[in-house]
């Protein structure tokens, strides 16, 4: 039986609790008040933490500034065609790892997973003579191409192979009796039984993609088809600089809809990693 | 319904025999019972039947028709596996439903098939839940569900109630009994408890190490064992062994002479090893001395454990007895079920 904690201890470890959020709540809050803080007030020592002055143009001219809704949407469909590409073929490959005997599974497996040590900054250069030579550079298929076949659907693949492994073999011995193949019981039986991995692959997946930055810096040059990360680069005044609280209400935006995400979504992500046996 | 023949079935892993060539016939509408100890290859006898397991060598037919590379769905079964392997994510009816849904049966078609199979084993009020929702017991009952709602023309069950607490494995038992009794389709049954063989089967297949020691029915099987496997595995308490030799006053056992039938003389001076069930002993002063070593009283009867000699063995007596332990009892063995045993290879004497 679980200790019932005395109110005195309670108060401790909230407190505790409380000084450790400090470091992953700060960014977060500094981004949100600065973007509506005049530049003077950003920088001001002490620093103000609540916001003395508030200065809600900042949010009209990131839309001013750049075609923002253009970028939000890129980023947007780019993100959906990255997550349900690599959910189809993470989900498949992951099941073919797990539940079918062929030659070599293991290894073939390993090789895979080969795919998760090599950075993407050492494969950009040949990514980039790649899609050049197909004339596709400047065109958003690198972002949404790059993902599917790359890390992160390798990474997806490994989280989708460690959920089938623990389906019991007897549910698709019966799917087989009651006269289904390979597919339907994939389709009918293991996919509908794989919802939290699934969708702890689709959170992810839609995370790095809607985060991605060196991509989209290498393969795109025009600012109706920039992704958000590469946008908030752009809110620079005339020397270069950066226009700080422009800047940071783009992030705001940015960040919003990644956060409401991460809200609903937080219970699947995480027994969805819990069933890889990894640990976030 | 149809008849199942298995005729020199074999399996092997690579090198290794897991099925040693078993012959076995099964008439349309019995229920028979495939039992034995852990590994001796009764499940994946049932599995090569299912069509889940390849087979290595023979013929499996059911209904005239041989199976051997048939996949399981266009083998005309149905299989009732030890986990019950519902699936969580459809509600009961669904589950009952699936293979039907599967088959091209039309939706009303499917809904008349499952209330039917839920009439018969009491499922009605529970159609519309998941299978987390429910009880072992109703877990095991949906299983069966699926598996008659299909009208296959074999039933094959995998240990299907080692997972319940005794008291609900005798329920089920007794239901899986009389479903059959209302269905008449011809079942394949694997166990490793013996008494759900004794109660269940019109016949029962004994194996062990993949080789079939006996088939009979079950009683047949409790009277005249083939050999001494057969007489250990059946029965519980299991029967009591004695080695020793037979001689010309009864069988000789370390430190002690018991005695034989007449027709046991034929075998005088040969080793071998007599066998006797703990209810074949009868408290009697003409009978052998035995010290008693345990006594558990059971209400219906009093098991004993005593030393026959230098040997343990157990009795049964059905009448309440006063024993103590040290006591020294005269016990009788009933002549009429001795059971002698080659003591090389085991096989019946007499």
Not at chain 1, 170 to 182: K, S
Not at chain 1, 239 to 256: D, E, F, K, V
Not at chain 2, 67 to 81: E, Q, S
């Amino acid at each position: 039986m679980k200790a019932e904690l005395s109110p005195r201890m309670k108060t401790a470890l909230y407190g505790l609790m409380c000084v450790l959020l400090i470091p992953f709540v700060f960014p977060t809050w500094w981004m949100v008040t600065s973007s509506v803080k005049p530049i003077s007030d950003i920088f001001a020592f002490p620093p103000q933490f609540i916001p003395q002055h508030y200065d809600w143009t900042t949010y009209s001219k990131v839309f001013e500034l750049q075609p923002f809704v253009q970028q939000y949407w890129n980023s947007a469909y780019i993100a959906a065609a990255v997550t349900i590409g690599t959910m189809v073929i993470s989900s498949m490959a992951g099941y073919a790892f797990a539940r079918i005997r062929f030659p070599f599974a293991n290894t073939i497996f390993m090789i895979v997973l080969l795919g998760l040590l090599i950075p993407s900054e050492v494969t950009i250069v040949p990514l980039f003579q790649m899609f050049l030579k197909a004339g596709m550079v400047n065109t958003h298929w690198p972002l949404i191409l790059v993902p599917i076949f790359g890390a992160p659907s390798v990474f997806a693949t490994f989280v989708m192979r460690q959920f089938f492994v623990t389906l019991p073999n007897e549910l698709e011995e019966a799917a087989r009796v009651d006269g289904l193949g390979r597919f339907k019981i994939f389709h009918k039986i293991a996919l509908p039984l794989a919802k939290p991995a699934l969708a702890s692959v689709a959170i992810f997946t839609f995370l790095h993609s809607w985060n991605l930055f060196l991509e989209p810096i290498v393969f795109l040059s025009s600012a109706d088809k920039f992704t958000l990360p590469q946008a908030l680069t752009q809110y620079t005044d005339a020397y270069g600089g950066p226009m700080w609280n422009i800047q940071l209400a783009a992030a705001t935006l940015t960040a919003l809809p990644v956060l409401i995400v991460f809200i609903i979504a937080q219970k699947q992500f995480v027994e969805g990693l819990a069933h890889t046996g990894l640990k976030g | 319904m149809a008849e199942v023949t298995l005729s020199n079935v074999r399996k092997s892993y690579g090198a290794v025999d897991i099925i040693h060539g078993v012959d076995l016939e099964i008439r349309d509408g019995e229920f028979v019972v495939l039992v034995g100890p852990s590994g001796c290859g009764k499940s994946t006898l049932l599995r090569m039947v299912a069509g889940l397991e390849t087979i290595t060598g023979g013929d499996i037919r059911i209904g005239g028709r041989v199976v051997n590379d048939l996949d399981p769905k266009d083998r005309d079964i149905a299989m009732v596996f030890q986990n019950y392997a519902l699936y969580p994510h459809m509600t009961v009816a669904t589950n009952m439903g699936f293979s039907l849904e599967h088959r091209g049966t039309s939706k009303a078609q499917i809904a008349e098939r499952v209330k039917w199979a839920a009439d018969i084993l009491g499922l009605t009020h529970l159609l519309d839940r998941y299978p987390r929702q429910l009880s072992g017991g109703q877990r095991q009952r949906v299983a069966m569900g699926r598996a008659i709602v299909r009208d296959p023309q074999v039933f094959l069950f995998d240990e299907p109630l080692s997972n319940l607490d005794a008291k609900l494995r005798v329920v089920m038992r007794g239901e899986i009994k009389s479903l059959h009794q209302k269905l008449k389709t011809t079942t394949v049954y694997v166990t490793h408890d013996q008494v759900e063989a004794m109660t269940m089967a019109d016949k029962i297949v004994v194996l062990n190490g993949g080789r079939v020691e006996q088939i009979g029915a079950p009683l047949d099987l409790y009277d005249r064992p083939a050999n001494q496997f057969v007489a250990g595995f059946i029965g519980s308490p299991s029967m009591n062994f004695l080695n020793g030799t037979i001689t010309a006053e009864g069988f000789a056992a370390p430190g002690i002479v018991l005695p034989l039938p007449e027709t046991a003389h034929q075998w005088r001076d040969r080793k071998a090893v007599y066998g006797i069930r703990p209810e074949h002993f009868t408290l009697d002063d003409n009978g052998v001395p035995a010290e008693i070593i345990l006594v558990e009283p059971m209400g219906s009867e009093t098991q004993v454990t005593m030393k026959l000699g230098e040997t343990q063995v157990t009795g049964v007596f059905r009448e309440r007895v006063r024993l103590s332990p040290g006591e020294t009892i005269r016990a009788r063995p009933d002549l009429a079920n001795i059971h002698l045993f080659a003591a090389d290879g085991g096989q019946r004497l007499n």
